[in-house]
């Protein structure tokens, strides 16, 4: 499999412009978790009485500087999803989804518990996808150009989630990749609040992407 490389792919935003989009980020992320704070309620409740089990799911993924940080979400597995200890990209109709961890996804009502990765200042609310290291390698070993998303936060919203859905193949990586980079070279405020406006547009109206 052969990677080609977007023009200019390790032009990346000054400090002073990443500073703005972190404090921004972190403001944004106080006021959601405070506005949709009695949804995390009820989706936690919801959990906890559909079976056992942790309501959050916690899992080690790569962010900025090749850090390691634990990203939460809530969890839409069973408790045994990965029991044999090997990764397994989440695939359509996987069976290790429970019936509210189902529509939780479909609606990516999941990733709410990571504005908390945005408030500690380890995720923004746009940017790349974090992976786990696993996958990385793997991605890494096709295009090296992975290791350029480093120089920015990862995302709760990106450009290839919204366009491109949930990653469940190793080619849609390579193609997620790419555009990831390309958003990292074209990155301006104006782009953010666009992904932004257009990626909860889809949650409210129940787009499914």
């Not at 359509?92 to 479909?106: I, P, S, V």
């Amino acid at each position: 499999m052969n990677a080609q490389c977007p023009a200019n792919a390790d032009s990346s935003p000054s400090a002073a412009a990443l500073a703005v989009k972190h404090l921004l980020d972190r403001l944004l992320a106080a006021i959601s978790l405070l506005f949709f704070s009695p949804l995390f309620l009820i989706i936690y409740v919801a959990i906890k009485i559909e079976g056992r089990g942790p309501a959050i799911f916690k899992q080690k993924r790569v962010g900025q500087g090749e850090k390691t940080f634990k990203l939460y979400k809530f969890r839409s597995m069973i408790v045994e999803a990965e029991a044999d200890g090997k990764p397994a990209l989440c695939q359509k109709d996987d069976k290790r989804l429970t019936k509210l961890g189902r529509f939780l996804r479909e609606h990516h009502l999941d990733e709410l518990p990571q504005l908390w990765n945005v408030i500690k200042g380890e995720m923004s609310f746009v940017g790349y996808r974090p992976e786990r290291r696993y996958y990385i390698d793997q991605i890494v070993a096709i295009d090296p150009q992975y290791e350029l998303l480093y120089k920015m936060r990862p995302g709760l919203f990106s450009t290839a989630t919204l366009y491109n859905g949930y990653t469940d193949t190793m080619e849609k990586m390579i193609e997620r990749l790419h555009m990831d980079l390309e958003y990292q070279r074209t990155w301006s405020l104006w782009q953010d609040i666009k992904i932004i406006t257009l990626t909860t547009l889809s949650i409210v109206t129940g787009k499914k992407f």
